[in-house]
């Protein structure tokens, strides 16, 4: 297989930024929801990258919630991720939706979440995803995946009372940068990007593809 050889022409759309929103998160939520409608699978999915010294790690995360200020997601306080953002709070967020050939890239600085807020999402989750949550070391070495079935049968057979854990909860990534990215024919891509520049205040520009 040659990898060269795969390509694909971009012609679903494109980007005016003169016709975009002042506020990007309008921008965001707009595409989102096309995402949805669209039957975009898992729309919700990005990838969040954070780093430790000067050595970045990325994974796959499923966004939560979408407010005026930010983006919510959950995750184990005491996983890689948990603890990479314990020493620097800054982080990106990519969604790239294939079939509507979209990117959007989002920077900003992470900070937890009300324990009330994580509280409420926590006992909104499905009972078989706590217990997950409860009984699993994220990113912890383990002997085998039959260790994590004894600790949630273990778990189970004790009638122990389903609470979220402490190193479990929320962040919140407000953004100071974010880029759209329509792809195009011939490799001109859109790329409109949005930097904060004040309280509540966003300049846009247009980068080169």
Not at 62 to 91: C, H, M, P, Q, W
Not at 108 to 118: C, L, P
Not at 170 to 184: A, S, T
């Amino acid at each position: 297989m040659k990898l060269h050889d795969l390509r694909q022409q971009y012609k679903k759309g494109s980007l005016n930024e003169d016709n975009m929103p002042a506020d990007p998160i309008l921008f965001f939520k707009e595409w989102f929801k096309e995402a949805m409608q669209y039957h975009q699978f898992e729309a919700n999915a990005c990838v969040l990258s954070t780093t430790a010294g000067n050595r970045p790690s990325s994974r796959v995360i499923l966004l939560k919630e979408i407010d005026s200020d930010g983006f919510v997601f959950f995750t184990n306080y005491l996983s890689r991720k948990g603890k990479e953002l314990s020493d620097n709070s800054f982080a990106s967020l990519n969604f790239f939706w294939a079939d509507l050939e979209r990117q959007v890239r989002i920077e900003g600085k992470v900070s937890k979440i009300d324990q009330v807020e994580s509280d409420r999402y926590f006992i909104s989750r499905p009972i078989e995803s706590q217990i997950s949550a409860i009984i699993s070391p994220q990113s912890s070495v383990i002997e085998s995946k039959m260790e994590l079935l004894k600790r949630k049968n273990s778990f189970i057979n004790n009638d122990v009372n389903l609470q979220r854990p402490e190193n479990w909860g929320g962040y919140h990534l407000i953004p100071d940068y974010f880029e759209f990215w329509q792809g195009g024919a011939d490799r001109l891509h859109d790329r409109i990007i949005y930097k904060i520049i004040g309280v509540a205040q966003w300049k846009k520009n247009r980068l080169a593809p």
